[in-house]
Structures are given as structure tokens and as C-alpha cells.
């Protein structure tokens, strides 16, 4: 044995990947393991007002008021899993940030970077010195003249999201190392640099982002407001029974389609249609906008709602590509005693642990 082996331990840095949804905050400590980085903790707490609420309409005053309740969610969740760690990188959910694909000629970075500042405000909603700014590479192409251009995914996140961010992180003791978007993220976890074609369908409470992911990066990413407590409102409306029970009910049961408990596929069918047409409308602009698009190969389903029992079957029906539920755990180690969680737990966890990866790839 090497006496000095505890060094080493004490000495590998551990990183806290925080996901902020709208109804559960997920923080997943990631440190350097043996082979892979090792998961060492992890914590998922629901706002318990959030079904409360499944029947508000989702407007920024909704997400406001549950915004004062990040800092206590998350001021308990530390408290419970007691990290190592005070590094936190987190993820902005989609719905913050605005995405468009801009074609530009080919040119230098550095040209390319101030083409980019002169270009943003024709296409950002709010003013420039208002947003902070941040773009991918996601494709080139040549037209028939011979022209190159380069494809960028400009991002852009209001300002005031992110003093916001960084003072409840300032609140509950923590250093916000960086922030990302939750597409980048979910790439890390679940394509860690597989070339096929993917489409990712992060299926939270309050909405459903498609992120589409080729030759291994992020390429293109939307957002619809269908998703898991609109599943819930339907079962509640149409069972005619209060929010909280039809969660469990949708839990227990999912849409599993046949035998007894087939009622519930039948009413949750139309709105997962509803998610799926919004989804099958990205795949079309996707395609649109790039030349070199390639057909989805594979879906990813993470989320919450990705845990709906039946799921994988009936989207992979629905949009004849085989759809799998996430598992990103597989690239971490972790406690044994985890291992009968796993399935479950990795939809929830994608996004964390890919916030975590940031700092181990
Ligand atoms: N076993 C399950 N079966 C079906 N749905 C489930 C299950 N477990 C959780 N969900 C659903 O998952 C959703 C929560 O998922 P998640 O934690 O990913 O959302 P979020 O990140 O808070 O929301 P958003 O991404 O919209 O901000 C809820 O709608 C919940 O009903
Ligand atoms: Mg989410």
C-alpha cells in the first residue's frame, strides 16, 4: 500500500453540478474517480407548491414567484447532502436564453467575433448591453457559387438572469464557477462525442426541449411549453380529480397501453402528440436551416418525464426512430448502492452531471 495513496484523494477537486428546473432542483458532486469521474453525492428536491400550481398557466410571473423559492430549495438541499465542495456550475434553463442559427461567410475568428457583435442585434429581442452574449460553431457548407460560410448558434442570456443567478448562488455559500446553457450540458452527459445523429428530448415540468446533436456537438436546440404537468392536468381534468393525485396516478401507472390500465394512455395520448408535433416542428426547421442535416438515427429521452412509464415504446412508435431513456450514469463511477436507482435516476440527473463533466473532460 502506498502510504501517500490518501493524498491523491484528499487533493482531486470535486465540482457541483447544479440544474435548476422549474418544480425540482437536481445537484449531482462529481469528483475524479479511478477509471472515470466518480459521482460521490447527489440530491433532487421538488417544490411541494409546484402542483399546487399545475393549473396556472406558465407566464413569467409564475416562474418569478417560484424563483424566491430557488434559494430555500436549495439551502436544504445543501444542508441534506452536504457537499465537499463549494465549486458550482449550473445551467440556464432553455427558456432563458434566446438561440438562432446566423450564416456567416467564411472568415477568420477574429473577424468572425466582430461580425458577430455587429450582426446580434439584428436578430437578439432585447438590447445588446443587456444580454451577454456567447456563440457556437454548428456547421459550414459551401453554396453553389463555391462561397464557404460558417453556421453560429448565437446565444443569448438577459443580463439580469444572470446577476439573479449569481446571487442566490452568493446567498447559499456557493462560488459559481460558470454558467451554460442546459442543451451544452445534456450533449456532455448523453452524447459524449457519438457521431450519429441524435435528438434529445428533455422532457422537465414545464417544458420540453429538443436538442439536436451531430457528429458528436450541439447543433440546434427548442423549447415548447408541453411537458410533464401538462401530462398531469390532463389526467386531473379529465379524471376530474385534484393535481396531486393524478401525479401519482401518472407515476404509478404511466401509459402503459393495454390491459386495465390502458384509460390513462388514452388520455395522455393527445398531449403527448402535442409534445411530439412541437418536436417533429424543430426536426422541420432544423432541416431547413442546414443543408448537411442528416435524419435522426436515435432519441435520447431525459427529464423527468422521460421516467413516464411506456414512454420509450410509444415515441419510438410515434416517430420512427428508436428512443432510449437516458442513462448517463454510465460514464461515472459510483456507490454500488445507487445501482437500482440508476434507471430512474439518470433522466433526472443528465443535465447535473453534464454541468459536472464540464470540469472533467
Ligand atoms: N415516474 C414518472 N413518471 C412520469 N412522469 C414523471 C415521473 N417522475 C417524474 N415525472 C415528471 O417529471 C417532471 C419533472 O421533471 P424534471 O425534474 O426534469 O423537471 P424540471 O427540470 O423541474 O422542469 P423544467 O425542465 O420544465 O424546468 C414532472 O412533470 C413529473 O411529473
Ligand atoms: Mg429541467
Given at each position: 500500500m502506498?502510504?501517500f495513496?490518501?493524498?491523491k484523494?484528499?487533493?482531486?477537486?470535486?465540482?457541483l453540478?447544479?440544474?435548476?428546473?422549474?418544480?425540482?432542483i437536481?445537484?449531482?458532486?462529481v469528483?475524479g474517480g479511478?477509471?472515470l469521474?466518480?459521482?460521490?453525492?447527489y440530491?433532487?428536491?421538488?417544490?411541494?407548491?409546484s402542483?399546487?400550481?399545475?393549473?396556472?398557466?406558465?407566464q413569467?410571473?409564475?416562474?418569478?414567484?417560484f424563483?424566491?423559492?430557488i434559494?430555500?430549495?436549495?439551502g436544504?438541499?445543501?444542508?441534506?447532502?452536504?457537499p465537499?465542495?463549494k465549486e458550482a456550475?449550473a445551467?440556464l434553463?432553455?427558456f432563458?436564453?434566446f438561440m438562432?442559427?446566423?450564416?456567416f461567410?467564411?472568415m477568420?475568428?477574429?473577424?468572425?467575433a466582430?461580425?458577430i457583435?455587429?450582426?446580434?442585434?439584428?436578430?437578439?429581442?432585447l438590447p445588446?448591453?443587456?444580454?451577454?452574449l456567447d456563440?457556437l460553431?454548428?456547421?459550414?457548407?459551401?453554396?453553389?457559387?463555391?462561397?464557404r460560410?460558417?453556421q453560429?448558434?448565437?446565444?443569448?442570456v438577459?443580463?439580469?438572469?444572470i446577476?439573479k443567478?449569481?446571487?442566490?448562488f452568493r446567498?447559499?455559500g456557493?462560488t459559481?464557477?460558470a454558467l451554460?446553457?442546459?442543451?451544452?450540458?445534456?450533449?456532455?452527459s448523453?452524447?459524449a462525442g457519438?457521431?450519429?445523429?441524435t435528438?434529445i428530448?428533455?422532457?422537465g415540468s414545464?417544458s420540453?426541449?429538443?436538442?439536436?446533436a451531430d457528429?458528436?456537438?450541439l447543433?440546434?436546440a427548442?423549447?415548447s411549453?408541453?411537458?410533464g404537468?401538462s401530462l398531469?392536468?390532463s389526467l386531473?381534468?379529465?379524471?376530474?380529480?385534484n393535481?396531486?393525485?393524478?401525479?401519482?396516478?401518472?407515476r404509478?401507472?404511466?401509459?402503459?397501453?393495454?390491459?386495465?390500465?390502458?384509460?390513462?394512455?388514452t388520455i395522455?395520448?393527445?398531449m403527448?402528440?402535442?409534445i411530439l408535433?412541437?418536436?417533429k416542428?424543430?426536426?422541420?426547421?432544423?432541416e431547413?436551416q442546414f443543408?448537411d442535416s442528416?435524419n435522426?438515427?436515435r432519441?435520447?429521452?431525459?427529464g423527468?418525464?422521460?421516467?413516464?412509464?411506456?414512454?420509450?415504446?410509444?415515441?419510438?412508435?410515434?416517430?420512427?426512430?428508436p428512443?432510449?431513456?437516458?442513462?448517463?450514469?454510465?460514464?461515472?463511477?459510483y456507490?454500488?448502492?445507487?445501482?437500482p436507482?440508476a434507471?430512474?435516476?439518470?433522466?433526472f440527473l443528465?443535465?447535473?452531471?453534464?454541468?459536472?463533466?464540464r470540469e472533467f473532460?
Amino acid at each position: 500500500m502506498n502510504p501517500f495513496s490518501f493524498v491523491k484523494q484528499t487533493i482531486s477537486p470535486s465540482y457541483l453540478g447544479v440544474d435548476i428546473g422549474t418544480t425540482s432542483i437536481k445537484i449531482a458532486e462529481v469528483t475524479g474517480g479511478e477509471q472515470l469521474p466518480k459521482l460521490v453525492n447527489y440530491g433532487i428536491l421538488e417544490s411541494k407548491s409546484s402542483l399546487a400550481r399545475a393549473n396556472t398557466v406558465f407566464q413569467t410571473s409564475s416562474l418569478k414567484l417560484f424563483e424566491k423559492g430557488i434559494e430555500e430549495i436549495l439551502g436544504t438541499l445543501l444542508e441534506k447532502v452536504q457537499p465537499h465542495t463549494k465549486e458550482a456550475i449550473a445551467s440556464l434553463p432553455g427558456f432563458s436564453a434566446f438561440m438562432t442559427v446566423v450564416d456567416f461567410p467564411e472568415m477568420s475568428p477574429q473577424d468572425l467575433a466582430r461580425a458577430i457583435g455587429f450582426k446580434a442585434k439584428e436578430y437578439i429581442p432585447l438590447p445588446v448591453n443587456e444580454v451577454a452574449l456567447d456563440w457556437l460553431n454548428v456547421g459550414t457548407y459551401e453554396d453553389e457559387k463555391g462561397m464557404r460560410y460558417v453556421q453560429v448558434l448565437l446565444i443569448s442570456v438577459p443580463q439580469e438572469q444572470i446577476r439573479k443567478y449569481q446571487q442566490i448562488f452568493r446567498n447559499v455559500g456557493l462560488t459559481l464557477r460558470a454558467l451554460e446553457i442546459e442543451g451544452l450540458s445534456l450533449v456532455r452527459s448523453l452524447i459524449a462525442g457519438d457521431p450519429t445523429p441524435t435528438l434529445i428530448m428533455d422532457i422537465g415540468s414545464r417544458s420540453t426541449a429538443a436538442i439536436i446533436a451531430d457528429k458528436g456537438v450541439l447543433r440546434f436546440a427548442t423549447q415548447s411549453d408541453f411537458a410533464g404537468a401538462s401530462l398531469t392536468q390532463s389526467l386531473a381534468a379529465s379524471l376530474n380529480i385534484n393535481p396531486v393525485r393524478a401525479e401519482e396516478m401518472k407515476r404509478e401507472r404511466g401509459i402503459l397501453g393495454t390491459g386495465p390500465v390502458s384509460e390513462l394512455s388514452t388520455i395522455m395520448s393527445p398531449m403527448l402528440d402535442a409534445i411530439l408535433n412541437e418536436v417533429k416542428r424543430s426536426l422541420r426547421v432544423y432541416e431547413s436551416q442546414f443543408h448537411d442535416s442528416r435524419n435522426m438515427e436515435r432519441i435520447i429521452l431525459s427529464g423527468g418525464g422521460a421516467n413516464l412509464m411506456g414512454i420509450e415504446a410509444y415515441v419510438s412508435e410515434a416517430m420512427g426512430v428508436p428512443a432510449v431513456k437516458a442513462a448517463p450514469l454510465h460514464r461515472f463511477e459510483y456507490e454500488s448502492g445507487i445501482e437500482p436507482l440508476a434507471g430512474e435516476l439518470g433522466p433526472f440527473l443528465s443535465v447535473a452531471l453534464g454541468l459536472s463533466l464540464r470540469e472533467f473532460t
